[in-house]
């Protein structure tokens, strides 16, 4: 996918889930949105044409390369209670 259709794409999705959330999110939210909610990551991948969820989520980093460092992720994924579906298989996060 070229990335000015990725960018609009990604654009929609994150007003989508500010409007499901009825909050103003930041790019930090809407990743763990996307880890945590199934459904929301199987939407972000229809939209933006993904095959994978690997694929999607490294898609993502690459997009906002921030994601990566925030603080505020690797407390999400670092958390012993945080499991992650990933093409159905629960995995639990360590960083």
Known sequence: MY????SRAFIKICALICILKN???NVPNIFIEILKNNDVRKLYK???DFDTDYEAIIKLIEY???VSK???IKK???NRKTVIT???KPRK???
Do not use: M, R, V
């Open 86 to 88: 990933i093409n159905d």
């Open 3 to 6: 990335e000015k259709e990725f």
């Open 93 to 95: 996060t360590h960083l």
């Open 76 to 78: 999400f994924l670092n």
């Open 70 to 72: 925030s603080k505020y």
């Open 23 to 25: 909050k103003k999110l």
């Open 64 to 66: 906002e390369p921030n």
């Open 46 to 48: 229809y939209l933006c």
